[in-house]
C-alpha cells in the first residue's frame, strides 16, 4: 500500500505538475483488528514517495501525521471530476479519524498503489491596531505619527455559523494575528479598546493603510466588526487593520491601575499608579483629604510620559502623613490641551499603632571624669526625658525634659560632682525606655 505526498500549493486536491512531493513526513498503516497500535510506520522519501510492503491479506487504512504549518487538501477530487483519475487526488478523507484514509483492502496479495496524501499550508489573518495623530492625515495609517496599540482585543468568528473561534489581542508594537486557518469564509470583532478612543471612519484609504472595522453603530463606537474575509488557500491576509481615535471631549489616558500603602518604616505614605496608554499627556495632580473625602487639596505633581502605549509605571510619595487618621488620594491627568480627568479615590489609614521610629544612640566618654555626651539620632520628634540613677537606685541627676527634633540631638550631663563608681543612665523617648551604664573615675 503507498504512493506519494504531495503539496497541493492551490488546494483544488488534484496534482498538478508543478507541485512537489514532501519528505521525511510520518505515515503510519493500521489494520481494522486493531485502531490503537499500527502495523507499521514509515516516513515519505525525498520526492514524497511511500510505500508498506510484505502485508498479509486484510482491511488497513493509513494516517498521515501532518505538520503543525500544514492540513490535508480536498479529498477524492476524482469522485466527482471525470477527468481526474484515482492516482492524481488525495485520498485522506478522514473516515477513520482524522487525517486517516478509508479502508483499503488487500485480497490475494495485490497491491495498492494509488493511495496518496496532499497536503497545503494553513493561511492566517491579521495586522495592526493604530491610534490616529490629530495633527496628521485623518483614518488612514501614517508609519512613524500614528502611535501602534498594544492590549486591544479581536476576536475571529467562523464566517458559516458565526461562532467565535479564536481570541488574540495586539502586541509587540500593536500587531495581531490569527494563524492556522483553513481556506474559508471569516470575520473579526473588535472590543475592549481604550476608553477614552473610538473607531475612526473605516474604508477612508487604500486597502493596508486604512481601518477595516465598522463601528456597531452611531452611539456604540468602541465595538466594531469587519465584512465578510474570504480567505484562499495557503492566502495571508495582512491587510486589516484597526485604526482608533481620541473621542471629543475626553483626556487620552488609560489608567491601568492605582493604589497605595503605607510604608511604616519611613513614616510616609507612597502611591502608585500605572498607566497602560498616554496621548499627549502633560503632569499628574496629587491630591490629599484627610478624614473628610470632601476637602482635597494638592499635594503634588508629577511629570507625564506625553505619548506612549506601554505600561507605565509612578510613584508619589507623600512625607506629611505622619498623624494617625484616614488619608484619602486621587490623581488628576492633565493633557498638552489643559484637559483634565480624575482617577478613583484610594484611601490609607495610618494609626497610632503604626508609627515606628528609627532610632541610634551613643553614649561618649566612657568612662568618664567629669562630663559625658548622650547623642541621639531620631528620624521624628520625639518627647525626651531621662535620669542618672546610682547603685541605690536614687536618682542623682534628672534631664531636663524636651522634644527632640528628628535628626541628630546632643545632651551634655555633668558628673564631675559624683563619687566614683558605676551609674544607670535611664532615658525615655516617647514611650520606649533605654538604660546604659556609665562609669566615673577621678
Not at 473610538?198 to 463601528?215: E, K, M, N, R, T
Not at 491630591?287 to 509612578?314: C, K, M, P, W
Request: contains cysteine.
Amino acid at each position: 500500500i503507498g504512493d506519494y505526498i504531495w503539496h497541493d500549493a492551490d488546494g483544488n486536491g488534484i496534482q498538478d505538475p508543478n507541485e512537489t512531493g514532501i519528505p521525511n513526513i510520518p505515515v503510519e498503516l493500521y489494520k481494522t483488528d486493531n485502531l490503537v497500535i499500527p502495523v507499521s510506520f514509515l516516513f515519505t522519501g525525498s520526492q514524497g514517495e511511500f510505500c508498506f510492503t510484505g502485508l498479509d491479506d486484510g482491511d488497513y487504512f493509513i494516517k498521515v501525521i501532518v505538520p503543525d504549518t500544514f492540513m490535508t487538501t480536498l479529498p477524492l477530487a476524482s469522485v466527482n471530476n471525470p477527468f481526474v483519475n484515482d492516482n492524481q487526488d488525495s485520498d485522506i478523507d478522514h473516515s477513520n479519524g482524522p487525517n486517516t484514509s478509508s479502508i483499503i483492502t488487500i485480497l490475494n496479495g495485490n497491491s495498492v498503489k494509488n493511495c496518496d496524501a496532499g497536503l497545503h499550508l494553513y493561511g492566517s489573518i491579521g495586522n495592526i491596531v493604530w491610534l490616529d495623530d490629530p495633527n496628521g492625515l485623518p483614518s488612514r495609517y501614517e508609519p512613524g505619527i500614528d502611535m501602534l496599540i498594544d492590549g486591544v482585543t479581536i476576536q475571529l468568528y467562523d464566517g458559516v455559523d458565526s461562532l467565535m473561534m479564536k481570541e488574540t489581542s495586539s502586541q509587540n508594537g500593536g500587531i495581531y494575528l490569527f494563524e492556522d486557518l483553513a481556506p474559508g469564509a471569516y470575520y473579526l470583532k473588535i472590543y475592549d479598546i481604550p476608553d477614552s478612543t473610538i473607531l475612526v471612519q473605516p474604508y477612508a484609504a487604500a486597502p493596508g493603510v486604512d481601518s477595516d472595522f465598522i463601528p456597531v453603530s452611531a452611539n456604540v463606537e468602541n465595538i466594531g466588526f469587519t465584512q465578510m474575509i474570504y480567505l484562499g488557500v495557503e492566502e495571508h491576509n495582512m491587510n486589516i487593520d484597526a485604526g482608533l481615535e481620541v473621542a471629543e471631549g475626553t483626556v487620552p489616558i488609560e489608567l491601568f491601575d492605582f493604589w497605595g500603602e503605607r510604608i511604616v518604616d519611613e513614616e510616609i505614605n507612597r502611591l502608585f499608579w500605572i498607566t497602560d496608554l498616554e496621548i499627549n499627556t502633560d503632569y499628574f495632580i496629587v491630591e490629599r483629604a484627610i478624614d473628610q473625602i470632601h476637602t482635597f487639596e494638592e499635594i503634588g505633581i508629577v511629570g507625564a510620559a506625553g505619548n506612549s502605549s506601554e505600561r507605565l509605571y509612578y510613584t508619589f510619595d507623600d512625607l506629611d502623613a505622619k498623624s494617625p487618621g484616614i488619608y484619602y488620594y486621587r490623581i488628576w491627568t492633565v493633557d498638552l490641551n489643559g484637559d483634565e480627568s480624575k482617577s478613583n479615590i484610594i484611601a490609607i489609614e495610618v494609626d497610632a499603632s503604626s508609627r515606628e521610629t528609627d532610632i541610634s544612640y551613643k553614649v561618649y566618654p566612657i568612662p568618664t571624669s567629669d562630663n559625658f555626651t548622650l547623642e541621639i539620632k531620631n528620624s521624628t520628634d520625639q518627647e525626651f526625658q531621662g535620669f542618672l540613677i546610682n547603685n541605690l537606685g536614687q536618682n542623682v541627676r534628672k534631664l531636663n525634659r524636651k522634644v527632640l527634633p528628628n535628626g541628630t540631638n546632643t545632651i551634655g550631663v555633668n558628673v564631675a560632682d559624683l563619687a566614683q563608681g558605676q551609674y544607670y543612665l535611664n532615658f525615655y523617648l516617647g514611650e520606649e525606655q533605654y538604660i546604659e551604664k556609665i562609669l566615673v573615675v577621678h
